[in-house]
């Protein structure tokens, strides 16, 4: 017991380390041994774990990934810094914020299409990168489509989700489907008698806002791996 409590203490030094050395390959797999061998009902030091693999992660290009891990950090130990991380680097949509408003919105757009889409397949993933151009496409269409018919500058965040979420595009199967329909669960406060705002504090308890908690739209990084 003492000797795996030992190890990951190691671990974890070791990814900080390799962290200050710019080596965030490394230091990824310190902290994912680290996560591994801490005890579960050392929240705070999880939390730190976890704090630190968001850096990791969001050096090595995985910025949805990141987000994630600063929300599962802030959620074990609401005294680190993953709640001033995850309000530095989110956009209005809890995803890696772009350059520009407009980007934010073709993400939010891409991202909810893309998940609906791999949801319909057993692999969860984009098997080739025939497939991967050939959805890009679709959704690229789908949105200039969307852009020329609505105004989206009239329309509040929580509007636009609703409108990205009700386009529907007909994607072409490339194996039999795991689902002909997917359904989307609708966030309701039932004490207060009313959907949640994305700007409402989450249900789980976690203190952030919903849009960065448990209504966060997972970023292409995390789809692109089966994440959802």
């Keep these: 017991m003492e000797r795996n409590i030992e190890s990951w203490r190691i671990a974890y030094a070791r990814g900080k380390a390799f962290l200050s050395l710019h080596d965030p390959e490394r230091a990824l797999k310190s902290f994912e041994q680290a996560l591994a061998e801490c005890p579960v009902g050392r929240s705070k030091e999880l939390g730190k774990i976890l704090f630190f693999l968001g850096v990791t992660l969001k050096k090595l290009g995985l910025s949805g990934c990141a987000l994630r891990s600063w929300s599962a950090a802030r959620k074990l130990d609401k005294h680190n810094f993953s709640d001033k991380f995850l309000e530095r680097f989110t956009n209005r949509y809890g995803m890696i914020r772009q350059e520009t408003p ?29 497939e991967n151009d050939m959805i890009w496409d679709l959704i690229r269409e789908g949105w200039n489509e969307l852009r020329q018919s609505v105004d989206l500058s009239i329309l509040s965040s929580c509007e636009r989700l609703a409108l990205f979420g009700n386009y529907r595009i007909v994607f072409p199967f490339f194996s039999v489907p795991a689902a002909q329909e997917s359904y989307e669960s609708i966030p309701v406060d039932f004490t207060r008698q009313r959907r949640i705002s994305f700007d409402d504090k989450c249900l789980c308890g976690s203190g952030l806002p919903y849009r960065l908690c448990c209504g966060r739209i997972p970023c292409k990084d995390e789809l692109a791996g089966g994440i959802f």
Excluded: H, P, V
């Excluded at 980007?103 to 098997?127: E, M």
């Design 102 to 130: 407009e980007l934010d919105d073709w993400n939010a757009f891409y991202s909810i299409q893309l998940g609906r889409y791999l949801a319909t397949k057993r692999s969860k993933k984009i098997g080739t990168d025939a």
